[in-house]
């Protein structure tokens, strides 16, 4: 196991009838506590979000985006700035996405050949090439813990050769990320590299990445192009399909996986890792992940409502603020309501990973699935959280 | 002193070659250490602060405004959410401004009249008016441990038709304001009423208003009517003449005052509180107060400066962030700019005003006054900063 030596992944727990564990992931920052959510920094930067605050709702490890930090202020800035670590004021474990993704989602600025892409710069309209080669060095200066390989995500998963042709590139480019991996360092220098397996809604695509992804000793896997505009239905099958074919003593990560039903179902399938924007965008949008489901903060309904948003949450917005200050501070288009709001969907992410974790580790997941799943999908109103009871906020 | 029983103001030492003076105004909600900065949060809320962190800068009372507040999210509403230590997350004392200077400074949309003044509300349009006792009214319910006068603030100061029937509409209000503040449970209630001294740029008409506000026994008293337009130096002659003229055994406080020099001027005549959206304004807008000078965050001489904004500092700006970061953050528009730089000139103005405590307490205010003079109102670049030789940051 000597590619893992300073990234090891501990199963300290697995469900005995599900393919759930929970399990500490080592890094150079620290330990992640598996199943685990990650909030995303795209440009270092959790949005409106202090660190302080940050590792106080439960976040273990944050996310940043290398093509983001490549346009803006650039790695080599980056590196001056003392790493992305200084940047962010996080002495916790980071995480790069290596772009992948967003270039492609942007593929009509975006051509694609063999050795890489070019884009234009959404920042400043320059041409940008990035190859493998590329985004590892890129990587290797913005200095998180984790970074990704540069791999192809297809625009449409159902387009089978378009799926296939990415799934080869992806491959071809995994070797290329390697061994520039390797000659930068590798995971000696501190820095860990995850594969990422493409292949779309086809199980048979899937398998063939999971074969040729996993055939480099990597210190963790990640499942790519899930929940990129296909049916959510499908979501569910891929991961179930592929996360238990990757190796059971590294760490999965889901790759941009989403709501608290997602979860569940990924982490009843082997998943460790997670990042979205769902909590920090929606909260940003004022609707907030609560106990009882999901809530249009800036409802009429709130307006005269002293008692906390959500009554089993104890983080800062529900225990120092009441409901119906929150919903002023949005009408108002007040930038601490983003940033309460935020604390608070983090807060109600990292809690649910929590509970899961202790739930594997007590062989209690499935009561918890049946909970979950009733309650923390519904779209509920102020009338809904009301008429349940509740205490005053403090 | 029984108007003041709950409201003391105690001078813990006097400059022996000015008025300047260091003291505990007591109120409900704990004490002020004066000469002080209250920072302004209109809405209820310091915008993009967290109350803890307006504590650790210094932040020892608060500001919100009546006017903003009753037309959202109305008196009733914050009354019912806890008032307004419950919605703006503070323990701390607070002060509501009467809304005055705000209902003047939009005359085009008011109708005033002996009684009172009538406007059209910025948010919906809808007719609103204003008595001395409405204002009064308002303010009780909001709840701040200290509430203002409604006054007529003149708007062209240099006007002496207009200042003088100003000053005559201010004392017959105040007598009002004082009696419905009695009605109302007067200071025994919790709540200190403050009286506000007009007069323009006129010193007689100053003087005549000192006389006819402070022939009422309040817990404290406000110039305001400054730093409304006219030239810089008539500011400093309006504050020497009328500051003096207070009464010496109460807190005498400067409104919407301003830069750390006119914070200077106004401690050597005797003031002894402050409020100005300058330090949280200013820093939305990237501009930083330190030690050196104010200096634009956004210059591109910050690029790739690792080391803090300012090394005299000891706000989370400037321990966990370097100025290149803070840059960064700055040109892409992140929420978090306003935030850092928000409590890093908040930082700044509070460490003056405990500076200057010191000093007046140690008697040395005299030497303080040169360095402040000197050093905090230039502006800076990034190589005046730079050349000055600093560590980099932790």
């Not at 650039?74 to 670590?85: A, I, K, N, P, S």
């Not at 063999?114 to 090439?129: E, H, I, L």
């Not at 080869?168 to 520039?180: F, N, P």
């Not at 963790?220 to 891929?238: D, K, N, W």
Request: glycine residues 10%; proline residues 5%; negative net charge.
């Amino acid at each position: 196991m000597t590619a893992t030596h300073h990234f090891g992944f501990d199963i300290e727990a697995s469900c005995p009838t599900t393919s759930a564990r929970a399990g500490v992931f080592q890094t150079p920052h620290g330990p992640v506590r598996t199943p685990a959510f990650m909030p995303v920094g795209t440009r270092a930067t959790v949005k409106g979000l202090m660190p302080r605050d940050l590792a106080e709702v439960g976040s273990q490890m944050l996310l940043a985006n290398t093509l983001h930090l490549h346009l803006r202020p650039g790695e080599d800035v980056v590196e001056r700035l003392g790493g992305l670590h200084a940047m962010m004021g996080w002495d916790g474990p980071i995480l790069t996405d290596s772009g992948g993704y967003q270039v492609f989602s942007m593929s009509d600025l975006c051509s694609l050949d063999a050795n890489g892409a070019s884009f234009k710069s959404v920042v400043d309209g320059s041409s940008v090439r990035f190859t493998p080669e590329r985004v590892m060095d890129i990587q290797k200066k913005l200095g998180a813990d984790v970074i990704m390989a540069f791999d192809h995500c297809p625009a449409v998963p159902t387009d089978r050769a378009q799926v296939s042709a990415a799934n080869e590139r992806t491959h071809l480019w995994l070797d290329r990320c390697v061994a520039r991996h390797q000659e930068n360092g590798g995971i000696a220098g501190g820095q860990a590299l995850f594969g990422i397996v493409q292949g779309g809604a086809f199980e048979d695509l899937r398998r063939a990445s999971v074969e040729a992804v996993c055939s480099h000793d990597l210190a963790g896997y990640a499942i790519g192009g899930v929940s990129v505009g296909e049916a959510p239905e499908l979501i569910g099958r891929t991961v179930r399909a592929v996360a238990p074919l990757l190796p059971a003593d590294r760490p999965r990560y889901l790759m941009g996986v989403g709501t608290p039903k997602d979860f569940f179902d990924a982490v009843l399938s082997g998943v460790d890792l997670f990042d979205c924007v769902t909590p920090t965008r929606n909260a940003r949008n004022h609707t907030a992940f609560t106990s009882r489901g999901r809530v249009n903060v800036r409802n009429r309904g709130f307006t005269e409502d002293a008692g906390p948003l959500d009554p089993e949450c104890d983080c800062v917005a529900c225990t120092r603020f009441s409901v119906g200050v929150l919903r002023h501070l949005c009408t108002t288009g007040e930038m601490l309501a983003g940033t309460l709001l935020s604390l608070h969907n983090l807060r109600f992410f990292h809690a649910l990973m929590e509970r899961m974790r202790a739930s594997i580790i007590a062989g209690t997941l499935e009561q918890l699935e049946a909970e979950v799943k009733e309650r923390y999908s519904r779209r509920v109103s102020p009338e809904d959280i009301q008429e349940s009871g509740r205490a005053t906020c403090p």
